[in-house]
């Protein structure tokens, strides 16, 4: 399978311990997306990468959520301190897209579901 | 601000006609991309159909073709042939290239196709 993996697919944790989700993307795309997507909504956007430079990070809901991408292959995304509303689907998407031109899709993972107890 | 609006949360459709499902988009920026994704129950986005917003003809791409009429800033999807398997929560996202949108999509809160036998 070449698509967009997360690991894992489902995150059951208690309010105030840490969690990491990994997101594989498709080994030639040189852009990744972290969204969130709450019940009855769409994804919203939190941090993305160009390769291993995080570009944009002014969107991460809090200084508890934080991204890496090392290498440029793999990233990860850590939430700190979990919290009952930070409970979501965690969605990650890659893209080959060197020049930031509008049409080149994004392709998505199935998503990490946290649910903080 | 990029915005997009889905005013339907949720749409019925006999199988095999067709359906139309409406977005419309506000944006500042000329260059722009339109997206549909298909999320079915499992999850995972599945991209559905790109429009530029340069481009002269409308998209289409099998059974789904894309309504865009920029000077009313729409964007309606229209799936023709309905079938069972197209029962799924449909989301219109965008894309901005200039603006600081950094290419991260922004989506609506989607609608809910049902599709009846």
């Known amino acids: 399978d070449t698509g967009v993996s997360q690991n894992p697919r489902h995150k059951i944790t208690k309010r105030g311990q840490n969690v990491t989700f990994r997101c594989d993307p498709i080994?030639?795309?040189?852009?990744l997306y972290w969204y969130r997507q709450t019940l009855g909504q769409g994804p919203e956007f939190l941090t993305y990468f160009q390769n291993e430079a995080q570009l944009e990070k002014s969107r991460l809901l809090s200084d508890r959520f934080s991204a890496e991408r090392p290498k440029g292959s793999f990233s990860t995304l850590e939430i700190q301190r979990t919290e009952q509303g930070d409970s979501a689907m965690y969605l990650c998407?890659?893209?080959?897209?060197?020049?930031?031109?509008?049409?080149?899709?994004?392709?998505f993972g199935p998503g990490t579901r946290l649910t903080v107890t | 601000a990029q915005k997009i609006t889905q005013t339907q949360p949720g749409m019925f459709v006999q199988e095999k006609e067709a359906v139309t499902l409406d977005c419309t988009y506000d944006t500042s920026d000329q260059s722009y991309g339109l997206f549909w994704y298909k999320q079915p129950s499992s999850g995972e986005m599945i991209f559905l159909i790109y429009?530029?917003?340069?481009?002269?003809q409308n998209a289409t791409e099998g059974r789904y073709s894309l309504n865009f009429q920029k000077a009313r800033k729409s964007a309606n999807l229209v799936i023709s042939a309905s079938q069972l398997g197209d029962s799924a929560m449909y989301f219109c996202?965008?894309?901005?290239?200039?603006?600081?949108?950094?290419?991260?999509?922004?989506f609506g809160k989607g609608t809910k196709l049902s599709v009846k036998p």
């Open positions: 996202a965008m894309r901005g290239v200039l603006g600081g949108s950094q290419g991260n999509l922004i």
């Open positions: 998407a890659s893209s080959l897209d060197p020049r930031g031109r509008a049409q080149y899709e994004q392709y």
């Open positions: 429009q530029g917003s340069y481009d002269e």
């Open positions: 080994s030639e795309h040189n852009r």
